[in-house]
C-alpha cells in the first residue's frame, strides 16, 4: 500500500501564520489518530501506555502502577497557539483536550504499610498541555528535513477531575483507610483503630450511609431538665465539634457473649443558635443562642451477630446502651438577650435560688442529653460500615 502523500496529513504554512499552523496541527492529530504504520507512527486515539508508574505522594508512601491504559479524545486535540521562532529554532505548542482514561489493572501501593490493592480505573478530565522542543535540519537525497529534539512538556489538569474506581478496589480502599483490622484481643490496635476511624470519617461517607460527625449537627432535641421546677429546653440544629478528636479510653471485645464495650473521652464545644427555654408551670418560653464547652466521658455497650451475604460474614450491630458524664463544671453561655429575658423575669428570678441550687447537675444533663444523642450517629455510622465489609475487615480473628 502507498504511504499517503504528506499533504494528506499536514497542510503547508508560513511561518508567520500562526492560525494557520493551528489548524493544520489539528487536522495532523484528526488525520492520523489511527495511526500510520508507513511513517512509524503510532495510534493516538486511543492511545494506549503498556505501564506507567507514578509516586502520588512520597510523604503518604502512595504509589499507583497502571497497565494498558486506554486514553481517548486525542483526536479532537484543540491547538490554542503555535509558537515558531525560527531564529534559535524552537517550537512552543500549548493545546487542550478533553479525555477518557480507562485502564482494568491498577495497582494501588501503600508502601510505608506494604500493602498493594488492585482493580479498574477511570478518569475523565480537561487537560491544558504545553510542548517546548527545539529543531534542526537534516539533508537527504538533496532535500532538507525536520529533525525535532526531545520535548518538554508542562500538563495543567482543568477543574476537578472525575476518577472512579472499580468496586472491588474502592471497597478494599474503605475499608483500609476507615479501619486497621485487629486481633480480638489487641486491645491496644483496638483502641488505635477506632480513633483512627473517628478521625478518619468525620465528614461522613455517603456511599456508606455514614453521616459527619464534625461538626455533628443535631436537628432537634428537647430535655426535660426538671420536673419539679417545670423547666424544659427544646433546641433546634445544635452544632457538636470535637469529636474527630475523640479518644478511646477503653475497647472490651468478649466473643463467647458477642458483647462490645466501648469507653470514650470527647472535648466538646456546643453550638445552637436556637434554643427555646420553657417554663411549663408558668406556660413561658424564651428563645435565643446557646454556647457550651465540655468534657465528656461516655460508655456505649451493644451486642452483635453475624450476617452472611455473598458467601462472607458482616457484623450486626444491636441497639446500643450509652452512659454519659460530664467532667467537672461545664462553661455554659446564653445568649445576650436570652440572659437579659431571663434577669428581667419576675419568675424566672423567684425559682433562681432553687435553680441555682441545681445549676451544675441541670447543665450536665443538657449536655449528657446532647452527648449522648451525638453517640447515636456515631454508633449508627459504626453499624452501617459494619454490615457492608467482612467482619475480617475489622476483626482478624472472630
Known sequence: ?????????????????????????????????????????????PLIIPELKVV???GLGLVFEFKNINITGLKNLQVQDFKLD??????????????????????????????????????????????????????????????????????????????????????????ESIFTACSKNDIK???????????NTFNGMPDNNMKATDPLIIPELKVVMDEDL????????????????????????????????????????????????????????????????????????YAYTFTKKDGKESFLLAPEVNICEIVEEPNVVLGDDLQKALDSDPDAQAMKAEYESKKVALRKKTLCSIVKDAYTVIINNYREVAQKYPKEAFITDI
Do not use: W
Open 1 to 45: 500500500m502507498t504511504p499517503p502523500a504528506v499533504e494528506a496529513i499536514f497542510t503547508a504554512c508560513s511561518k508567520n501564520d500562526m492560525k494557520c499552523m493551528c489548524k493544520s496541527t489539528e487536522s495532523f492529530m484528526a488525520n492520523t489518530f489511527n495511526g500510520l504504520p508507513d511513517y512509524n507512527m503510532k495510534p493516538t486515539d
Open 230 to 301: 417545670g423547666l424544659a429546653s427544646e433546641f433546634k440544629n445544635i452544632n457538636i465539634t470535637g469529636l474527630k478528636n475523640l479518644q478511646v479510653t477503653d475497647f472490651k471485645l468478649d466473643s463467647d457473649k458477642k458483647l462490645i464495650g466501648l469507653k470514650t473521652k470527647a472535648v466538646l464545644n456546643i453550638v445552637a443558635d436556637n434554643v427555646k427555654i420553657e417554663f411549663t408551670k408558668q406556660n413561658k418560653a424564651f428563645n435565643g443562642a446557646y454556647t457550651a464547652s465540655t468534657t465528656a466521658l461516655l460508655s456505649s455497650d
Open 189 to 199: 490496635c483496638l483502641i488505635k483503630s477506632t480513633e483512627s476511624f473517628m478521625a
Open 86 to 175: 525560527t531564529d534559535k529554532k524552537l517550537i512552543g505548542l500549548k493545546s487542550k483536550a478533553v479525555l477518557n482514561i480507562v485502564t482494568d489493572n491498577v495497582k494501588i501501593e501503600l508502601t510505608k504499610q506494604n500493602k498493594a490493592f488492585n482493580g479498574a480505573y477511570s478518569a475523565s478530565t480537561t487537560a491544558l498541555g504545553r510542548s517546548d522542543y527545539g529543531y534542526s535540519f537534516t539533508k537527504k537525497d538533496g532535500k532538507e528535513f525536520f529533525l525535532l529534539a526531545p520535548e518538554v512538556h508542562v500538563c495543567e489538569i482543568v477543574e476537578e477531575p472525575n476518577v472512579v474506581l472499580g468496586d472491588d478496589l474502592q471497597k478494599a480502599l474503605d475499608s
Open 56 to 58: 502520588v505522594d512520597e
